[in-house]
């Protein structure tokens, strides 16, 4: 691979020009065909070649000048674009490699600037693309492998704070929630982790772009709500840390009193508070006793917890016992406090009398 | 999407810390287009993880995935795809019939220059992919480097993998500072806690290379912090020096256990290497049949493992609700609130095919194998006798309480409002019952004085009752999940 680039002593910008060729050769030829397969190498070979001159692991290393060039022209041609056009066509190692010169590419900086950054600031069509890219492999064959690259290019992406500005715009993220509930667990899981990468990486502009706005304050809370309480054990553990990690930021104060003061979401979090897993026991926990700590409970939430008074006694009797942590300890002894405290219901039917008085659980 | 349907698993085959590994089957009826391609009739490795226990965060874990999808290299261990079931993380891997190289070891002692000089030209090979992707290894030793069926090389266990950043310049390209690896392998530059990069496996390749010629890595007779201090001044010619190998052999070994990373040479550089070049065998295939055919005659069982976690032991039992309260909350609102309508029970994988050679467990005995805590001994079925004796069967309304276990506290007034009582709750409540399906008088006198017997004791002793009941039901759930 070192002689690729000494073969034929061209300038970098002719490298890139004949990657888009081949790029267009292997969107024009027929799906099974040689010429196809042929073009697929060519372009394969054509981007590791470009991967490893930005990677400066030619021989002779290149020149800062030859570089600078070849960013130039990759801006210039808009390869991006090309390139993720192309995407699902190419084969798997240049998929990975594709990712990679994106990568190189973000990262690079020059005089105190981010020239890539700057060029996709310009281009914010590209990320709409990029986020989108996704969603047409997820039923293809190999989709989960073409998913989770895309994936690896999102959340690099989400790490420049102005691309992420761009990003959290487009109502595609919501998308986003849906594909952690099909497909295959690869799917499911990278894109929980581009949701977690996106609304964590930047917490000032989510704050205050994002859930300023009423209506993605209360979408993202039912969509969150429904990974809570219908993913698998891995999408339950990591939306549940998410909503927490959001809740016990101050700078989301709007979400977590949104949240906390609408009974339906109490009770989602009671009963992943009582799942029978003791992770979502403690990461339920997590939210459930800022609930709790509220002084001022919403009249709906108050019922809930009232209500529940003597369960929860109760069950906290068995929460966490084998836990030493000794933060968690005081928190759990002032969340029982405060909950001793709740007003007493007088036994007025069966179903309250029974609650009245505790219980053993036999089945912990 | 693929679940443990797809699959039969067969016997348990290795187990760590990460949980255990199993040797399975694809049966291969799974629609999902997005599912991955896994050959029929081909021996897989499926690594269960129990998430529920596992200490390691999950996003670790799912970085472990996302490296192990990006590889596709015929060195590596192959992966296949990953699903979830109970809190159990299974992720398909190719299966190597023929074990880690410690097995090798453990027959030969030590293995011969040749054998030792294909097995790190295919290792390299493996390094140089994933470096080339940026990776490294971080853990490389024999235990991890394993034999397929034609005696070929795999590197596997990419626990620890890292992944270095592709912008070199910030970091000199060396940013990875995370104190991981096995002591004895573990590069210089990593003990000193200073930034690393793809060099460190260079160091463990040419340690590899020593143990797999010696038997043992260099000062494994030192306890690992002691080899962790030594390492640092660990200079490679006073090893080679009585080492009866070639002389291109120790100059290879020389110059991946260079102390200065910079000096050691790269993978490519390596590959190049006369001593690697020249070597003449494809596959470890004659050791391995001289190992297995003396091992058949010596009549040596290949080893069984137990797994570390059943998987009959779930979390989320079938006829078990899922959560352990059941909160009152109004009809009315719990039906408006979308989210909580019909909340499915998505653990419920019992449709498991193990393939034990084992009597069939009847359903009842497996899930009461699944209360192995202490407080399990509440539930009187999970003591059950088996009638061998002149017993009676155990009448069945007893163990209908368990099904529902939200409502035992309404029937048994016993243990409402007080803490559990062993003698009184359990051990004497038994003791009736067993006594109740004596049939005839000897047997029902010799349980009365057992029951004397065992009271005395336990004035004399108190606690005793709690610990024998502790112990045997969880000696009773432990032989129930084999």
């Known amino acids: ?364 | 999407m693929l679940s443990l349907k797809h699959f039969q698993l067969l016997q348990c085959v290795g187990k760590g810390n990460f949980g255990d590994v199993y040797l399975a089957h694809y049966l291969g009826n799974s629609l999902d287009p997005t599912d991955p391609v896994i050959p029929r009739g081909v021996p897989l490795a499926i690594k269960c993880i129990n998430l529920e226990h596992s200490t390691e965060p999950i996003d670790l874990l799912l970085k472990e995935i996302y490296f192990l999808s990006t590889l596709n290299c015929q060195h590596i261990t192959h992966y296949y795809g990953t699903f979830t079931g109970d809190c159990n993380l299974y992720i398909v891997m190719e299966y190597c019939s023929n074990g880690s190289l410690l097995n090798l070891l453990r027959y030969y002692s030590r293995l011969t220059e040749q054998t030792t000089c294909f097995i790190i030209s295919q290792v390299c090979h493996a390094l140089d992919y994933l470096h080339e992707k940026r990776l490294i290894h971080r853990d490389l030793k024999a235990a991890n480097i394993l034999l397929n069926d034609d005696g070929e090389v795999r590197l596997a266990d990419l626990g620890v993998t890292g992944q270095l950043k592709f912008n070199s310049t910030r970091h000199g390209g060396k940013n990875l500072n995370t104190f991981v690896g096995t002591p004895f392998w573990m590069a210089p530059e990593i003990i000193k806690n200073q930034s690393y990069d793809g060099k460190c496996d260079i160091w463990s390749l040419g340690i590899t290379a020593l143990e797999l010629l010696n038997g043992k890595p260099p000062m494994s007779h030192l306890d690992s912090m002691k080899a962790l201090m030594r390492i640092p001044k660990l200079n490679a010619d006073n090893i080679l020096r009585n080492m009866d190998i070639s002389p291109l052999g120790k100059d290879f070994i020389r110059q991946c256990l260079q102390q200065d990373p910079h000096q050691r040479p790269t993978c490519k550089k390596l590959l190049q290497h006369k001593w690697l070049r020249k070597c003449s065998i494809t596959n470890v295939m004659e050791e391995i049949t001289i190992m297995k055919t003396n091992q058949i005659m010596s009549k040596e069982k290949p080893r069984l493992c137990q797994p570390r976690f059943p998987l009959a032991d779930k979390v989320y039992k079938t006829n078990f609700p899922n959560q352990l309260e059941s909160w009152s909350f109004e009809e009315e609102s719990v039906r408006k609130c979308g989210v909580l309508n019909n909340i499915p029970n998505l653990y419920n994988d019992n449709d498991i095919t193990i393939d034990d050679k084992s009597p069939s467990l009847n359903k009842q005995q497996l899930r009461n194998s699944n209360l192995s805590t202490p407080t399990s001994a509440l539930s009187p079925s999970s003591m059950q006798v088996s009638p061998k004796t002149n017993l009676s069967t155990p009448a069945t309304e007893h163990y209908e309480e368990i099904n529902s276990p939200l409502s035992c506290p309404k029937r048994n007034s016993d243990f409402e409002n007080q803490s559990i009582d062993y003698w009184k709750h359990v051990f004497l409540f038994s003791l009736k019952k067993v006594k109740q399906r004596a049939i005839n008088e000897p047997t029902k006198e010799t349980i009365q004085s057992l029951t004397t017997y065992m009271e005395n004791l336990e004035k004399n002793f108190p606690g005793l009752s709690e610990a024998l009941v502790q112990e045997i039901s969880t000696r009773v759930a432990k032989l129930n999940s084999l």
Request: one cysteine or more.
């Open chain 1, 1 to 364: 691979m070192a002689f690729w680039w000494k073969k034929s002593p061209k300038t970098p910008s002719d490298y890139v020009k004949h990657l888009i060729e081949q790029l267009d050769k292997l969107e024009s030829s027929p799906t099974v065909s040689d010429n196809r397969k042929k073009a697929q190498d060519e372009c394969g070979r054509q981007i590791a070649g470009t991967k490893h001159f930005l990677l400066k692991e030619t021989d002779p290393v290149p020149t800062q000048e030859a570089l600078d060039e070849l960013y130039y022209s990759i801006y210039q041609s808009d390869l991006f674009f090309t390139l993720l056009h192309s995407f699902s066509n190419l084969d798997f190692e240049a998929r990975k490699d594709v990712a990679m010169i994106y990568c190189i590419c973000l990262g690079r900086s020059k005089d105190n600037k981010l020239p890539t950054v700057d060029y996709l600031l310009a281009k914010p069509k590209f990320m709409s693309i990029l986020l989108r890219t996704s969603e047409t492999c997820i039923t293809k064959p190999g989709g989960s492998d073409i998913f989770l690259t895309a994936s690896g290019m999102i959340l690099e992406t989400i790490k420049q704070e102005q691309l992420c500005r761009i990003i959290i715009r487009d109502p595609q993220i919501w998308k986003y929630f849906d594909f952690t509930r099909l497909g295959s667990f690869e799917i499911s899981s990278s894109s929980l982790q581009v949701l977690t990468e996106l609304f964590t990486a930047h917490p000032k502009l989510v704050s205050t772009e994002f859930f300023s706005n009423e209506e993605n304050l209360n979408r993202f809370i039912d969509k969150i709500n429904k990974l809570m309480a219908h993913g698998n054990y891995v999408t339950k553990r990591q939306s549940v840390k998410l909503l927490g990690t959001l809740i016990f930021n101050r700078i989301n104060k709007n979400l977590m009193t949104t949240y906390i003061n609408s009974s339906d979401n109490v009770k989602l979090v009671m009963i992943l508070l009582s799942d029978r897993s003791k992770n979502l026991q403690l990461e339920s926990f997590n939210i459930f006793k800022v609930v709790v700590a509220n002084p001022r409970k919403s009249k709906p939430v108050l019922d809930v917890l009232v209500k529940n008074r003597d369960k929860l006694l109760n069950f906290f009797e068995q929460f966490g016992v084998d836990n030493k942590d000794s933060t968690f300890l005081d928190e759990k002894e002032f969340i029982v406090e405060q909950i001793e405290a709740l007003p007493r219901i007088v036994a007025a039917n069966g179903e309250y009398a029974l609650g009245t008085s505790p219980q053993k659980n036999l089945v912990m």
